[in-house]
């Protein structure tokens, strides 16, 4: 992989709660994330130059859409003014943006509580594939899985109007983010725990079967985010690989049991070194942008809107905004 560009953030935008976890762009540009109080929060104004900012002497402004009673983590907006929500404790959610109303559209698969929704996307088809990071440990304890590299990652997928999900990848290192190829023919799934994000073919003749899309990342990926059906899909860079960790997990499995349980009990704090990557649809890097020593830790989402991708982070209280390349 060549050597990575600069992430250079403009600013940091505090929005009034903690762990934007996935940051997603409207048509008009607006942001919207959820917080670790259950908020989901729209945020205008992010893209706006400094002179536009200055001419209206007016600061990013947040609006509080609705409360999932839960955590939201993974976002996905819909056409008729909803939001798809992973809520890690409630299951795969539906808000009505118009009056904040949350429904429930999945909460078990084949009698098992989902807990750990990650990620979500809404398919033409009406149905919806999202993601369960692990089925062993809570969001609380997401560090116990990437130790003992559970391998209890899925995706699900929800038939139109069903409320029980099927299971069309078990077996996941981590599952996370989630994002569909221009054409539709395909999902790609990441894969914090193996570095790695995954391809899941939706038709075709290889429909129902998965295979590596792009391998030995530099980081661990977290959300995904595609834009425009062209543009690239970007990938958020939790941390950087860990030499150590990657050992650890040829390590019998009783022995990273024993070190997962030590790992959710230590303090941890992320390391200052932050990336991201765009990817076409070939599994091709078209950028790649990293930052050592940042003062934005642990970047788990990336979307662009105006010429700025914006960051979010399960760490931070707020947002980082930074110019977007050009496109290649």
Known sequence: MERPGALVPHRYVAIGGRGPEDVVADARGRVLTGVEDGRILRVDGLADSAEARAEARVEPR?????????????????????????????????????????????????????????????????????????????????????????????????????????????????ANGLAPSADGSFLVVAETGECRLTRYWLTGPRAGQSEPFAEHLPGMPDNLWRGAPGGPIWVALAGPRVPPLDLLHRAAPAVRRTAARVAVRAPFRPTGTIGVLALDDTGQVVHHLARRHSGFRMVTSVCETGGRLILGSLWERGVAVCEAPVPK
Not at 107 to 127: H, I, K, M, Q, T
């Open 62 to 174: 947040v609006e509080v859409l609705a409360d999932t009673g839960g955590r939201p983590l993974g976002l996905e907006l819909l056409p008729e003014d909803a939001l798809l929500v992973c809520d890690a404790e409630r299951g795969l959610l539906r808000v009505d943006l118009t009056d904040g109303a949350v429904r429930v559209l999945a909460d078990s698969v084949a009698g098992e509580r989902l807990r750990f929704c990650s990620n979500v996307v809404a398919l033409p088809d009406g149905s919806v594939c999202f993601t369960v990071s692990s089925r062993r440990h809570p969001l609380d304890h997401w560090i116990g899985d990437l130790v003992e590299h559970t391998a209890t990652g899925r995706l699900l997928r929800l038939a139109p109007g069903s409320d029980t999900p099927e299971v069309l990848l078990d077996g996941l290192q981590f």
